[in-house]
């Protein structure tokens, strides 16, 4: 499955690691992939909801605290997540608003990033997320360049990848 | 329980940017003695910006909320203008930051109206909250939740196409901006307004409809006469941008008029309560206790004379009519006010593009330097003040931000008081009707409790209810 694929990061590059996210898809969109969209964005708010709309296959890419490996696949689906404010959406709750408002249900992923210092003011990522970084571009590099990414996906999650929900919501940092 | 004052604490108000706490403390008779609504984090951004070169602080402060950094950005640049000793910019240059101002009025406000108000207005009050909400509003209004949605999305792409990017976008720099807009976007961006427009109008009609067919209940409902400051032009019509300061007081009546932006801190003072992080700004010949004000866009409204736009003044001519003229004090018509304001924006946004200096390429000024200057603007919540001191190394010595939740505070802590001691009525628990009607009280302030207290991240809020005693009665926590 290739084309109409979006890759989309979040995150505030001004609070340390908690700019992995947008990072990442810095470094991706550098390399102009054949029909993958990228959005950064500080959260992910409902107007990403038409970007998920048009796609059939979404990648959210975001920094996680407290997260099992240092990147790490899991797939994730509409739910009407209750507890969210619009301060930040969780991936599920725009997933549901994608399909509530616009009838589309792409198929979804969550990258996380393991990162370890979200500190305000700070400009630069630490070398941990740096080093986690490399291996989250380089593992979506192949992923996006493979043939079907989103068996790649299902791959790398099936494959030993750890999962950690705890830290996939988006805004558990 | 002993004592004489006990205490309700309610927290998190959900559908706020950021989070908030709220503590209802009652007298020795189970009345309401007073209403808190306050903040645990304290972010320290004016300490923070002391040392770092000014011609930084426009991108720095962006990094002070992720909602409204466009603001920010906005009101430092004007401020950072005035250090550069630049007090007219190119043509060119102020259209674009007009135009990308514009674009955050729409966004914000309709992620406001759309994803967070119209549920309550849609679901009514006291909705089951896992209904009442924005995935509740894509499931049984999905046209309107796609509206919502689309015209956030038109607001976004005029700041990406003004500013570069969304994330930490840099279009204003001291005495100019660094890019127009360029062509292909400006084509791009026309092509959308009609549909913005129609979607705006009718937005203005949804909310007027809900405000006029449960008015007695509204007019009751957390409202209270209050002063009401705002930016407007020398003539008096509503200006976002750049304008100059006006109050009104409770009868209307002019507090001062005309007010450069430089002098606000000769009008206005904050106090600092020892519950809250955020200060109680208020207008200084009234005092503390007569001179707090609101701001954003009911305010708006009651300080100018006109809207310089036809539509958006035609429907505030219909807005006074309704409600009985200016000003209104009505908490819950700021809905139905933002919602003009949003119509204003896109008929803003409809002349900038059609504009040719918004494709010019005379982007800077310069002028001789000075060491302190003061930036206002409205926000999509408010007035905004950004308030900078400059060495000789031209670093930041000094910098004091009055943000526009800030403003509202006390507006924000009678609303619910208001509606506390309405529903209370003696009583001393806290049911999901109390914790619906205060969370939709504070949310017709669109308040960014992130923003006001320079905290970023999640700060859950909770609903206390105390004693004369202090003592904790209950507590509810929604999230």
């Known amino acids: 499955m290739r084309g109409d694929v979006l890759v989309i990061g979040w995150g505030n590059p001004g609070r340390g690691d908690d700019g992995l996210g947008p990072a990442c898809v810095e470094a991706l969109a550098r390399r102009a992939p054949v029909g993958v969209r990228f959005e950064q964005d500080y959260q992910l708010q409902p107007e990403h909801a038409a970007d998920v709309a048009q796609a059939r296959l979404v990648v959210f890419v975001d920094a996680a605290c407290d997260a099992p490996a240092a990147v790490y696949v899991e797939p994730v689906a509409p739910r009407p997540a209750s507890g969210f404010t619009t301060h930040g959406l969780a991936p599920a709750a725009l997933l549901e608003i994608a399909r509530g408002a616009f009838g589309a249900q792409p198929a979804a992923w969550i990258v996380g990033i393991r990162g370890s210092c979200f500190e305000p003011f700070r400009e630069e990522l630490s070398p941990e997320a740096r080093d986690n970084l490399g291996r989250a571009v380089g593992f979506l590099d192949a992923v996006l360049a493979a043939d079907d990414p989103a068996e790649e996906l299902e791959r790398a999650a099936r494959c030993g990848v750890p999962t950690a929900s705890a830290a996939a919501g988006g805004e558990g940092r | ?479």
């Open chain 2, 1 to 479: 329980m002993s004592g004489s004052t006990r205490r309700l604490v309610i927290e998190p108000v959900t559908r706020v940017e950021g989070h908030g706490k709220v503590t209802i403390l009652l007298d020795e008779r189970q009345r309401v003695r007073e209403a808190r609504l306050h903040i645990v984090e304290f972010r320290g951004f004016e300490r923070f910006v002391q040392g770092r070169p000014f011609w930084e602080v426009p991108v720095l402060v962006q990094r002070l909320c992720g909602i409204c950094p466009v603001s920010h950005h906005l009101a430092a640049s004007k401020a950072m203008d005035r250090i550069a000793g630049v007090d007219r910019l190119s043509p060119t240059a102020e259209k674009i930051r007009r135009l990308m101002h514009m674009g955050q009025i729409f966004q914000s406000h309709a992620l406001h109206f759309f994803h967070l108000a119209s549920p309550d207005l849609l679901f009514g009050f006291d909705a089951d909250p896992s209904v009442r909400n924005v995935i509740g509003v894509a499931r049984h209004h999905p046209e309107l939740a796609r509206q919502g949605v689309l015209m956030r999305k038109f607001g976004q792409e005029v700041i990406r196409a003004t500013g570069g990017k969304r994330v930490h976008a840099i279009v204003a720099v001291p005495g100019g901006v660094n890019r127009s807009l360029d062509p292909a976007d400006r084509e791009r961006l026309r092509a959308e307004v009609p549909r913005m427009m129609t979607w705006a109008e009718d937005a203005v009609a949804l909310a007027r409809d809900y405000t006029l067919e449960h008015l007695e209940q509204l007019e009751e409902f957390g409202s209270f006469p209050s002063n009401h400051l705002g930016l407007v032009t020398a003539d008096g019509d509503l200006e976002l941008y750049d304008g100059l300061l006006r109050a009104i007081g409770e009868d209307g009546a002019t507090l001062f008029d005309g007010v450069q932006n430089e002098r606000y801190a000769e009008l206005l003072a904050e106090e600092v309560r020892p519950w809250s992080y955020m200060k109680f700004p208020f207008i200084r010949s009234l005092g503390p206790e007569r001179g707090w004000y609101r701001v954003g866009p009911l305010a708006r409204l009651n300080v100018c004379r006109r809207i310089p736009t036809p539509r958006a003044e035609q429907a505030r001519r219909a807005f006074f009519d309704a409600l009985g003229g200016a000003p209104c004090h009505v908490t819950m018509a700021y809905h139905w006010a933002r919602m003009i304001e949003t119509l204003h924006a896109i008929e803003q946004i409809e002349r900038l593009l059609d504009d040719p200096d918004i494709v010019g390429d005379d982007l800077l000024r310069e002028g001789e330097r000075r060491d302190e200057a003061v930036g206002v603007i409205e926000a999509p919540r408010g007035t905004l003040f950004h308030h900078y001191r400059v060495d000789a190394n031209d670093q930041v010595v000094m910098a004091n931000l009055i943000v526009s939740t800030t403003s509202n505070n006390e507006p924000m802590n009678r609303a619910v008081r208001q509606v506390a001691e309405r529903h209370l009525a003696g009583r001393t628990e806290i049911d999901d009707g109390l914790l619906n009607h205060v969370e939709v009280a504070i949310r017709a302030y669109d308040p960014c409790l992130s923003c006001a207290t320079h905290a970023l991240g999640r700060m859950p809020l909770e609903v206390e209810l105390r004693g004369a005693d202090g003592a904790l009665l209950d507590r509810r926590t929604r999230d």
